[in-house]
């Protein structure tokens, strides 16, 4: 660098800032990443998934009908994605007591959409399992 570009820093008092906060946390390496030691939590994407697709508004022009047709059509989509320990989670999670978001929008759907989506999930095929 030539002293031409470092008269910007002529008239600086250097260190006069505020104190940089100390790291908490390590940061993840390169190596981590290549290794896989990220933790991906699977029931939360799917409820996630689950939550979006049972609060979707119709899309325009959708009649109430045509919309609960196609959110049945997702959720079956997404039933078939699921690994059998994935299915028996949710099944159960689903026919608990427990109000939370994914089960008071669930409950929304009329009993005959309900009974069938219970029954895909208890039909999962149980020789899927998690790939880890």
């Known amino acids: 660098m030539s002293q ?10 250097l260190g006069t800032g505020p104190i940089r906060p100390p790291r908490t946390s390590a940061s993840i390496t390169s190596t ?13 994407i799917i409820s996630g998934e689950i939550s979006r697709i049972l609060d979707a508004m119709p899309a325009s022009g959708e009649s109430v ?16 994605s699921l690994t059998h320990s994935e299915a028996a989670a949710l ?19 009329t009993v005959e959409r309900r009974t069938r ?16």
């Open 4 to 13: 031409e570009n470092l008269r910007i820093y002529a008239g600086a008092n």
């Open 32 to 44: 981590d990443a290549r290794k896989g030691k990220h933790r991906v939590d699977n029931a939360a």
């Open 65 to 80: 009908q045509r919309a609960f047709d196609r959110k049945e059509q997702e959720l079956r989509a997404v039933i078939a």
């Open 91 to 109: 099944h159960l999670r689903l026919t608990s007591n427990r109000k939370d978001g994914v089960n008071a929008s669930f409950v929304r759907l």
């Open 117 to 132: 989506l219970l029954s895909l999930l208890a039909e999962t095929p149980r020789g899927r399992v998690c790939a880890q």
